[in-house]
């Protein structure tokens, strides 16, 4: 069945991802993006609405015309570091955003959204893996405006029968298999792309801490590769529009992986060094974050495609070594 999907951030990394597996399966796609993070070389023509997240009236009229089923919405800043020195543009976008969002789809009568939320909800956990029935304790402005967003999806139920899914992404990575899309931040911040960069440039990455309490030292996360990641939202979706209630799931493999085993994986990948310092602790990484993500499976089926390590950093590689060298920082 063809359905018609507004997503939201369409232009970012994750929401580019998804567009393309959800154009692949025959679904009619409208991508609202003010470009402020994403790139519209990741939208393809004729699918990109420029247009703010607090443009409450404008969003609605979208919806009015372009009738959608579901709105993904992943538009939202997602450096944690920068959300501790600028709180309040945090909050600002990414719950001010979102609450604009909700209340165009209520004006419209759009009845389902896919919640782009993360593993930062949990803080840092007592033990692993994450279960999503922990505690949620965000210890930075940007896990904190995730969970109230799903906050508001909760009481968006109760009133206004809006039914939502959040998605509590654990570490995205990997990118498409074709090699067309991939991370692209600015600044990067994130694992895989640094090292990569480190790869080409030949300037060594920094590798925050090596007296974590785990086998070498270094922290353990889940890395998820972005194609699974976007399968999720799609079957997030058809279970909404099956009837499916309101809930929140984890988005990971289960299994977690070391700073330096990537480092190796890394180099194995490329046949190159990975020119590496080691650094202080950086604050505020949890030591350890691996998802039970077996909810996702039971409820929506979910099977990862790519969950060997090695061909999440092949996805990334390829992309990655296309790059022109004098655009990286
Ligand atoms: N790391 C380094 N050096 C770097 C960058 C990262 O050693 O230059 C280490 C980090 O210390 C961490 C691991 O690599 O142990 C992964 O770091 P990332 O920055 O790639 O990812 P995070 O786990 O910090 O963040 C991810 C998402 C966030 C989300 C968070 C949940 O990117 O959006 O998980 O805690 F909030």
Redesign the pocket.
Known sequence: MSLRILVTGGAGYIGAHTVRLLLEQGHDVTVVDNLSKGYRHNVPAGRLDVLDLADTGALAQLMREKRPEAVIHFAGF???GESMREPERYFANNVGGSLSLLTAMVQASVKHVVFSS???VYGNPHTNPILETFPIQPV?P??ESKVMVETLLGWFDQIHQLTSVSLR????SGADPAGQLGEEHEPE????P?LLRAVITGSP?????DDYDTPDG??I?DYIHVNDLAQAHILAVEYLLGGGATDRFNVGTGTGHT?ME?IRVVEEVTGKKVPYVTGP??EG??LS?VAAAGKLRTKLGWRPQYTDLRTIVEHAWNFAKTRPIESLP
């Not at 992404?169 to 995205?172: K, M, P, T």
């Open positions: 997602i450096a944690v993360t593993a930062a930075s940007y896990g992404y654990f570490n995205a911040t994130h694992l895989l640094l990455i920094t590798v925050f801490g270094t922290c996360r700073v990537m602790r950086r990484d949890p974050l």
